[in-house]
């Protein structure tokens, strides 16, 4: 059993910037894919950024490329999701998840956490 928790939400205005942690706890995080999903209101939650089980592959949506990065510290439980240039269309609840299999897909990931509330002012 893994137990994730999200931190680092809040209000933002357009263009800045805010970073979201994702910690976890039971099994280690080089044991898993993490992803990172957000859902707005009334959207399907959808896919933002994954890291592999060491950090060496990161995959990110067309959305937020080049905006967003993940990255990954296994000693300390913890895959962060730095979030620049943000738009008031990033805002939504960013849950991070761990699993293994299809990156992008939310069926591959069996650990989720509670999720984490951005938003971004125009």
């Known amino acids: 059993q893994v137990q994730l928790v999200e931190s680092g939400g809040g209000l933002v205005q357009a263009g800045g910037s805010l970073r979201l942690s994702c910690t976890a706890s039971?099994?280690?995080?080089?044991?898993?894919?993490v992803g990172w999903f957000r859902q707005a209101p009334e959207k399907e939650r959808e896919f933002v950024a994954a890291i592999t089980r060491f950090g060496s592959n990161t995959f990110y949506a067309d959305s937020v490329k080049g905006r967003f990065g993940i990255s990954k510290q296994n000693t300390k439980n913890t895959v962060w999701l730095q979030m620049n240039s943000l738009k008031p269309e990033d805002t939504a609840v960013y849950y991070c998840?761990?699993?293994?299999?299809?990156?992008?897909?939310?069926?591959?990931?069996?650990?989720w956490g509670q999720g984490a509330q951005v938003t971004v002012s125009s």
């Open positions: 039971g099994r280690t995080f080089n044991s898993y894919l």
């Open positions: 998840a761990a699993g293994s299999g299809i990156y992008y897909s939310t069926s591959t990931y069996d650990y």
